[in-house]
């Protein structure tokens, strides 16, 4: 379940500041995607760090679910996820930010 959050996580973050382009005044575009790259390690980061206690106990295991059914367990895995990339991808833009970039 890691593997498929952290994939998914990727997944989401790599979305993140490619629609949209980032600028900073005398800047070239090596430094501007190191700094990304960067930023986006770190909210990966920063948002396992947040989120630690979410996993594996939390939702994973069938010691919680037992009483409850599928759908609802992957209902809460799904929402689970989707804050987990949105918290992800707000920590990079902050990040980006922080650094002096601008969104085109």
């Keep these: 379940m890691r593997k498929v959050l ?3 996580a990727l997944l989401a973050s790599s979305a993140c500041g490619t629609a949209t382009g980032w600028q900073k005044p005398g800047v070239d575009q090596s430094l501007v995607d190191g700094d990304l790259r ?3 390690r770190e909210a990966m980061q920063e948002m396992m760090r947040l989120y630690a206690d979410w996993r594996p106990f939390a ?6 679910w037992n009483w409850r059914s599928a759908p609802q367990r992957r209902a809460v895995q799904r929402s689970n996820e989707f804050s987990q990339s949105q918290a992800e991808q707000m920590l990079a833009v902050a990040c980006m ?3 002096g970039y601008v969104t085109t």
């Design 38 to 40: 960067q930023c986006r």
């Design 6 to 8: 952290v994939i998914v």
């Design 97 to 99: 930010r922080g650094k």
């Design 59 to 64: 939702f994973d295991t069938d010691a919680f």
